[in-house]
């Protein structure tokens, strides 16, 4: 399984930037579907947005659409997640994930995980 490290997390003001990473150790990653999820606490964790191999994209929440982009860098074997506009209620830890189906196009099933990045987003 591909070892995913997210990073870019902190406190910000709403209203504020952010842009999360996601960085894989396995060169297979350039291949899979990638995800962005989030939990905030005491709620289940919500689907935010994936991308597959090619650039296809799906967000998997109307509240981010518009705010959130999601990308990726294969030559890098990293995922962001470009969070413009946040508000306090984005505030979660924000896990990446990984579908390994070399070329999926979906549905997806994401089964590895990072340890997450905390974003925390104040009035």
């Known amino acids: 399984q591909a070892q995913l490290i997210e990073s870019g997390g902190g406190l910000v003001q709403a209203g504020d930037s952010l842009r999360l990473s996601c960085a894989a150790s396995?060169?297979?990653?350039?291949?899979?579907?990638m995800g962005w999820f989030r939990q905030a606490p005491g709620k289940e964790r919500e689907f935010v947005a994936a991308?597959?191999?090619?650039?296809?994209?799906?967000y998997g929440l109307d509240s981010v659409k518009g705010r959130f982009t999601i990308s990726r860098d294969n030559d890098k074997n990293t995922v962001y997640l470009h969070m413009n506009s946040l508000k306090p209620e984005d505030t979660a830890v924000y896990f990446c994930?990984?579908?390994?189906?070399?070329?999926?196009?979906?549905?997806?099933?994401?089964?590895?995980w990072g340890q997450g990045t905390q974003v925390t987003v104040s009035l």
């Open positions: 994930a990984a579908d390994p189906t070399p070329y999926g196009l979906g549905p997806y099933d994401f089964d590895s």
């Open positions: 396995d060169r297979a990653f350039s291949t899979y579907p």
């Open positions: 991308i597959t191999w090619r650039g296809d994209i799906t």
